[in-house]
Structures are given as C-alpha cells and as structure tokens.
C-alpha cells in the first residue's frame, strides 16, 4: 500500500511539472546516420556476402537503408537486381556532376532496402579522375543529400586500395573489416591498417573501426581455432564475438537474388548476420 502510494506521489507531482517549450531531444526521433564501408583489399574474403546480408539485415530491422556497391564487378548489385535492369550506375554519379546519387538508386525486393548499383565502367573512374583535386572525396559529397532519406548506408568494396575503397573510406563514418579464416587471413592487413591512418589523418579524422568480423570459418579443424586465435591477438576487442560459418546456404542466395533472410531464415548464416547486425549497432 505504502509502496502504491508513493507511486501516485510521484505520478502527481511529475503531472504538475511543467512541460518544456521547446523540443528536446527524443531519442528514439533522432536518425542515426551511419555509414559502414565494408572493405578489405584481399580478395573474395566475403566483403559483399557481409555487406549484402547486413544491408538486408539492417532492412529487415525496419531502418531505410542503402547498400553501395562499389565494385565493377557488380556482386553486390546481381544480389539484388537483374543487372539488365541497371541503367545508370554509381559511375555515373561519381563521374557526372549533373548525375546525383538518388538518380541511380533502385528499390529491392525487400521493402525497405534500396541498392546504388554498380556496373563495369566503375573500373574506368580511377583513369577518369586522375588529376582531379576533389577526387577523394567525390562519394562523400554525393552522399550528403541523400543521407536523410538513408540513415543506414553500407558500402562494399572491391578488392583493392585504390580510389574506390578510399572514396568509401572518406565517405564512411565506420569501416567493418571482414577477415577470412584462411592460414594466410592475416596477410595484406598492414597495408590495410596503413590507408585507415591516412585516411584517418586528413580526411576522414572521424573515421571509426567498428571491427573485424572471420568470415567462412570452420569449428571443426584446430587450424580454424588456431586462426581465430591469431586475429584475436593481432586485433584483440575489435573482433566481433559473432563469427561468421561456412554454409553453402550463404554462398546459394545471391542466385536467387535474395538475402540469406528469406533464401534460408533458418540456416546459421541467417542467425549469424543478424547477431552480426545487433553487435554492430550496438558498438556503433
Ligand atoms: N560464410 C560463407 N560460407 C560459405 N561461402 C561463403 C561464405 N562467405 C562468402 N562465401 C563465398 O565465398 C566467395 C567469396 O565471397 P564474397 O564474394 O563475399 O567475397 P568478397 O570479399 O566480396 O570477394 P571480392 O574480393 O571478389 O569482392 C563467394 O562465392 C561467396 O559466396
Ligand atoms: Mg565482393
């Protein structure tokens, strides 16, 4: 009783309270902008089967969300799209003033997840913008208009160091690397590690590395152990504790031009990317 009436107390004297005049903040109002750049120069790591299932993950959650595909060989898009369907691609955007990023974007078969796609003359932008002084930081700046309308951006990146990944990197507000449970998994991180700095040193100073997500990793051998162990010391608390498994399940999807969330809902890649989704948002 006593208990109940301190409760009605309390009710009374916050009802009597004074209403702010102005707006303050409301959490649950305000966007979160983040835009993840998934990117490691090593090749077939899993870069676009993360990006293709966090982007969808990231969707299903109910956050608007953009999936960047900067790679000329178009993974990301053929995802999603029917690449015939594709007219004007990222290239355009970056390369045409008079393009803007929102011209090239396409809806997807989840609802609310949209794909800026790529195409193969992305290989001819680094040719194209040789010289040119604000060649860093083109995607940044066709981003800035969009961003209200996509709170969620995730970029997947080719395998490479060149101009594309650093235009994702200057763009970026956090980079997720994907490492794969490979014996040579560690090699090519310094090279990496070293564009970050850089990037991080001029212009992108707020650049964060949200973490480093094993990708394809195998419970069964003690040489998979072994590798974990490796990136565990080399990158300690920045490894997700989600670890991503082999499944045929994932390597399947993009063929059928769906997520692992509706090809295979309840396979462990569908579990895994989700838990990899809530760990990221958490660390974001
Ligand atoms: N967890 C997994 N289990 C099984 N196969 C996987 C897994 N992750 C990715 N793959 C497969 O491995 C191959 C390489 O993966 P993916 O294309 O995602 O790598 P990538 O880093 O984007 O490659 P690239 O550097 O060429 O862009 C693909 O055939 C993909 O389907
Ligand atoms: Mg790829």
Redesign the pocket.
């Known amino acids: 009783m006593h208990h109940k009436s301190t409760i009605d107390n309390y009710q009374i004297d916050n009802s009597s309270r004074q209403i702010p005049p102005f707006p303050v903040t409301i959490p649950s109002l305000v966007l979160t902008l983040m835009i993840v750049a998934i990117a490691?120069q090593?090749?077939?790591?899993?870069?676009?089967?993360?990006a293709i299932n966090l982007a969808a993950a990231l969707a299903l959650r109910g956050k608007r969300t953009l999936l960047i595909d900067l790679?000329p060989?178009a993974?990301s898009t053929m995802s999603f799209l029917d690449i015939g369907q594709v007219v004007r691609s990222v290239y355009d955007a970056i390369a045409d003033p008079a393009v803007a990023l929102q011209d090239v974007i396409l809806p997807t078969g989840l609802e609310k997840l949209w794909v800026a796609p790529s195409r193969i003359a992305l290989a001819k932008l680094e040719a194209k913008l040789v010289g040119e002084m604000d060649a860093h930081f083109r995607l940044k700046d066709k981003l800035a208009p969009v961003r209200k309308d996509y709170p969620h951006v995730v970029i997947?990146c080719?395998?490479t160091l060149g101009l594309l990944t650093v235009n994702a990197l200057v763009a970026a507000t956090h980079l997720l690397i994907?490492i794969q449970s490979s014996y040579f998994a560690l090699e090519g991180t310094d090279d990496l590690l070293e564009t970050i700095e850089k990037v991080r040193a001029r212009p992108n100073p707020a650049l964060r590395i949200l973490g480093v997500v094993i990708?394809?990793h195998d419970k069964r051998t003690a040489l998979a152990r072994d590798i974990r162990a490796q990136i565990q010391k080399v990158f300690g608390g920045k490894v997700f504790k989600t670890v991503?498994?082999?499944?045929?399940r994932?390597?399947e999807s993009?063929a059928y031009r769906e997520s692992i969330f509706t090809f295979a809902p309840d396979s462990s890649?569908a579990t895994e990317y989700y838990r990899l989704c809530e760990e990221m948002m958490d660390r974001a």
């Open positions: 490691n090593k090749g077939g790591v899993g870069k676009t089967t993360t790679d060989q993974n997947d080719p395998p994907p990708t394809m991503i498994t082999k499944s045929v994932l390597e993009p890649g």
